[in-house]
T-cell receptor, first 113, second 115 residues
């Protein structure tokens, strides 16, 4: 049971490049979310999904796209990377029942130069 | 919108001593969950303890306990018998009931444990 797997763990991009951060979970969780962590800011919600084919914006969605074609996968796309997107990105998943907790991946450290 | 405030950017404690990390939150909801997460240098987010708002009894997990004051919207974490492995960033977090996909985090408190 791998839990929540994020790839890559580290990435350096040039301004204007695009890339996809991968997130996969093997727990059959309905809910999946992407957060970014910046120094002194805690974690902030970028996008989330409550099931395959259903996504919505979080607190800081600009510059990011998501899709959820399967229950297992929830990729985060940076369309045109900017230095302001330098951050650590976390994917999380959970069951929909209210008394369950979120499982986090180990994060992706992204640097945009 | 819900907000979570951690007023202590950094704290330090002597090994074997007790330390309390503060957290306040703002919400108009009556049903919700509160959490403390630990983030060591490995970056992994580790759930330390959680509290359901409808429960009056404070949650306890071994050396970790909370002081939940619902009326005051306060949720502090007490770490007893501090160990070197407790050194980490600690985040307080909130979510509404049935909103497992949306956690609201505080900015974190960096805890140092001195030998």
């Amino acid at each position: 049971n791998a839990g929540v797997t994020q790839t890559p763990k580290f990435q350096v991009l040039k301004t204007g490049q695009s890339m996809t951060l991968q997130c996969a979970q093997d727990m059959n969780h309905e809910y999946m979310s992407w957060y970014r962590q910046d120094p002194g800011m805690g974690l902030r919600l970028i996008h989330y999904s409550v099931g395959a084919g259903i996504t919505d914006q979080g607190e800081v969605p600009n510059g990011y796209n998501v899709s959820r074609s399967t229950t297992e996968d929830f990729p985060l796309r940076l369309l045109s990377a900017a230095p302001s997107q330098t951050s650590v990105y976390f994917c999380a998943s959970s069951y929909s029942e209210m008394n369950t907790e979120a499982f986090f991946g180990q994060g992706t450290r992204l640097t945009v130069v | 919108a819900q907000t979570v405030t951690q007023s202590q950017p950094e704290m330090s404690v002597q090994e074997a001593e007790t330390v309390t990390l503060s957290c306040t939150y703002d919400t108009s909801e009556s049903d919700y969950y509160l959490f403390w997460y630990k983030q060591p240098p490995s970056r992994q987010m580790i759930l330390v303890i959680r509290q359901e708002a409808y429960k009056q009894q404070n949650a306890t997990e071994n050396r970790f306990s909370v002081n939940f004051q619902k009326a005051a919207k306060s949720f502090s974490l007490k770490i007893s018998d501090s160990q070197l492995g407790d050194a980490a960033m600690y985040f307080c977090a909130y979510r509404r009931t049935r909103s497992n996909y949306k956690l609201t985090f505080g900015k974190g408190t960096l805890l140092t444990v001195n030998p």
